[in-house]
């Protein structure tokens, strides 16, 4: 069993930057690959970033490639997104989220992973 606890979520405006933390408690390795999803009203659930636990190999989508990075410090148990550049587009709950791939490839599906934190609130104003 694994629990998230994002935060660092807020309010910026567009071409800021925001920092997010996501805290990861209980039976993590190097099997897990740790994922950043986002969720704006009325729109599903879309993928952001991923990283391996422990690893160096990233995933990003198409929308957020060269603005936001994910990054990891086993030490404190926690997966970070940095979020650079940002546009009004990007306002939504944000979501961390953990899974052990069948594959060796990252996943970017919402079906694949298997446990999520609560979210954490971004708002971007134009």
């Known amino acids: 069993q694994v629990q998230l606890v994002e935060s660092g979520g807020g309010l910026v405006q567009a071409g800021g930057t925001l920092r997010l933390s996501c805290a990861a408690s209980?039976?993590?390795?190097?099997?897990?690959?740790m994922g950043w999803f986002r969720q704006a009203p009325g729109k599903a659930r879309e993928f952001v970033a991923a990283i391996r636990w422990r690893g160096s190999r990233t995933l990003y989508s198409d929308s957020v490639k060269g603005r936001f990075s994910i990054d990891q410090d086993n030490a404190k148990n926690s997966v970070y997104l940095q979020m650079n550049s940002l546009r009004p587009e990007d306002t939504a709950v944000y979501y961390c989220s953990a899974t052990v791939p069948y594959t060796a490839s990252l996943p970017s599906r919402t079906q694949s992973y298997d446990y999520w934190g609560q979210g954490t609130q971004v708002t971007v104003s134009s």
């Open positions: 209980g039976r993590t390795d190097n099997r897990y690959a």
